[in-house]
């Protein structure tokens, strides 16, 4: 229905200032796709779509009505895409709504009779009723629409087409039949935010999808290529959508963030394209898979002369994703190119990027493929500096010589992995009168980061009669665990010796320490050592006491029970010493033992006991002391 001239030249005023008004981007911001909008009336109602110079700031606003002799007014106003609503009274469009899509999408419904909303609006949701609400002189009830992109009206479009407008509003005007006929209670909601097509035929997809049923599960995202599911087009299964997302979390609560999407896949012909994206319903569940977006996307060709490669695998791994493929440069076929990864980005949109070295590990497929390149063109590293989660790593040869550019041969997901540590316990062992633990630990959490390392002698942890002993960071060199977890590092092994002067038979239950949420302490393993009597026995030394300028006599003997039937003897240590030698000589004399420790266990009942102890150096020995201590009891 024609709004009255005065009104139109008003509107065009009102609507060309909110358009100058409007923050518009400053340029080198991606262009996100817009959504799959539907027509903003019921199933399979058709109407009229009409509009006139000045319509808006680019003649873009459609205004509906519903002919052949029905009435507008009180007609449901739907919702186009799923998104956030405001209510507004304008002074032109009366009872306004505007709903926002994301990615700077919106929808504009103008002159409701009345209006309904309740966030987050789902597609086909009714938001009010079709009415002829104004602040400035009368008009015919119809429903004003407007589909805008950062402020700007854009030619209104429905299932991905632009509809036909008229001019003349009559029922002579193309009409528009609508397919809002809502999704199977319980089916996916999603959005696509970005598609790009990339050079080397690849094609980059972002945005988010999550099964309503299951709000903390990720839901599977397949695309399909120039055409629909079931059209016998080429198909794709990107996987899960769990990337994070929290703002589909705060927007739904009750979800997890994980929903989102960063995605891709290669082999695609330089060209324009369709491509129909699709949220698949998680089994077992209410709804069915939903078409999420048909967008198109224009993939560009690759210069003449570039790199040819493949990217064959990624793995996830502790901080890393490990990668394989190969590349050569027609160029220069017997030279090993240099391969870039860029992380959750492609180049050139500020995602992080390394160099990978050269592809130059032995291929022998390759050069059958290609004899005049030979094998040495394969790659097999690793992507290090990852967050734990999922990440899309973009691969890219760099061209070498002659013409060509710097291709993708590659678009991959792997998920570093997030929880508790990981790690091994190498060995419990005797060391005289001590116990020798040794093995390495990571956290995924937090890779490049030393853990601490907890032993229990005798029980596991909690158990009360176990005796537990912190034994430090696990900070030693292990190169063996960096080739396994390289984006960990080598600094995660442990190797420590703790007292342990009760002699007989251990159980040792070593534990790594979770140093991030999520994850627990682990038992990295517990194994059985029998502790024995340090066995270094050496000549015994003249009776008569002989000395060194460089070392002083051993000072401070003294001896303390351990249990009924072991004594340990303990002394100050002496500076320069690298060594000492002991000897009981009662209750019963025995043979001199070395040991580097200041102390030794001596197994006896004697309350008393006599001990020889010097200390000796490369340089020469002290004096030998002797003393008759007495035992001290044991503590409570």
């Keep these: 229905m024609a709004y009255p001239s005065t009104f139109r030249t008003v509107l065009a005023v009102i609507l ?80 306004m709504v505007e709903i926002d899509h994301g990615g700077g999408w919106k929808t504009w419904y103008a002159h409701l009779a009345t209006v309904s909303i309740n966030n987050p609006i789902d597609t086909g949701e009714q938001i009010g009723t079709v009415g002829n609400t104004t602040g400035s002189g009368s008009i015919s009830p119809h429903l004003h629409y407007e589909q805008r992109l950062n402020g700007v009206a854009q030619p209104v479009a429905f299932d991905g087409q632009v509809i036909p407008v008229g001019t003349s509003y009559t029922s002579n005007d193309p009409k528009t039949t609508s397919t809002n006929c809502g999704v199977a209670p319980g089916s996916p909601i999603g959005h696509v935010d970005d598609v790009r097509g990339l050079t080397g035929g690849g094609v980059w997809i972002r945005g988010w999808v999550m099964d309503p049923d299951v709000k903390t599960q990720p839901t599977s995202l397949h695309v399909y290529l120039d055409g629909p599911a079931g059209s016998g087009a080429p198909g794709k299964n990107l996987g899960l959508a769990s990337f994070d997302r929290p703002d589909v979390a705060a927007a739904y609560p009750g979800s997890s963030a994980d929903h989102g999407f960063n995605s891709g896949f290669m082999g695609v012909a330089p060209g324009n394209h369709t491509l129909y994206v699709y949220g698949i319903n998680v089994d077992g569940t209410a709804g069915s898979n939903v078409l999420l977006g048909q967008v198109a996307v224009s993939v560009p060709g690759t210069a003449a002369g570039s790199p040819l490669g493949n990217g064959d695998a990624a793995t996830g791994a502790i901080a890393a994703s490990k990668v394989a493929g190969w590349a050569f440069d027609p160029d220069t076929p017997q030279a090993a190119v240099e391969i870039h990864a860029y992380v959750d980005g492609a180049a050139g949109t500020g995602a992080r990027g390394l160099s990978l070295g050269r592809a130059s590990t032995s291929r022998p497929d390759v050069a059958k493929a290609y004899p ?16 734990p989660g999922p990440h899309t790593i973009f691969l890219y040869a760099i061209n070498a010589a002659g013409g060509g550019e710097n291709p993708l041969i590659g678009i991959m997901t792997a998920t570093s992995p997030s929880g508790s540590p990981v790690g091994f316990l190498d060995g419990v062992r005797d060391s005289g009168a001590a116990i020798r633990i040794s093995g390495w630990a990571v956290d995924p959490d937090l890779a490049t980061k030393g853990l601490e390392i907890h032993a229990y002698v005798n029980g596991p942890a909690g158990d009360s009669k176990a005796r537990g002993v912190n034994l430090g960071h696990a900070t030693v060199s292990r190169p063996d665990v960096a080739k396994v977890h390289p984006g960990a590092g080598p600094a995660h092994g442990f190797d420590v010796t703790i007292e342990e002067p009760a002699l007989g038979t251990h159980v040792v239950y070593v534990y790594a320490i979770d140093a991030k949420a999520p994850g627990n302490n682990v038992l990295l393993g517990s194994k059985t050592v029998t502790v024995t009597e340090p066995k270094v026995p050496v000549a015994p030394p003249v009776d008569q006491p002989t000395s060194s300028a460089s070392l ?74 002797r003393r008759t201590v007495r035992v001290a009891a044991r503590s409570r």
């Design 16 to 95: 060309g200032f909110l358009v100058a008004s409007a923050v518009l981007p400053t340029g080198g911001g991606p262009v996100w796709a817009a959504p799959l909008f539907k027509a903003p009336f019921q199933c399979g109602q058709s109407w009229t779509a009409s509009t006139y110079v000045g319509h808006s700031n680019n003649n873009n606003a459609v205004d509906f009505n519903l002919y052949p002799g029905q009435s507008d007014l009180g007609q449901p106003a739907l919702a186009s895409a799923p998104g956030t609503a405001r209510s507004f009274w304008d002074n032109l469009g009366g009872n």
């Design 372 to 387: 005049a390149a030979g094998p040495n063109h394969g790659f097999d590293t690793a992507v290090t500096g990852l967050s």
């Design 552 to 625: 002083g006599s051993v000072q401070r003997l003294r001896a303390k029970r351990l249990g009924r039937s072991a004594v340990v003897v303990r002394w100050q240590h002496v500076p320069g010493h690298t060594a000492y030698r002991v000897r009981i000589l009662k209750p019963s004399k025995r043979a001199w033992v070395s040991t580097t420790r200041n102390h030794l266990r001596v197994a006896t009942k004697a309350k008393r006991i006599r001990v020889a102890v010097r200390a000796v150096s490369q340089a020469g020995q002290g004096p030998v002391v």
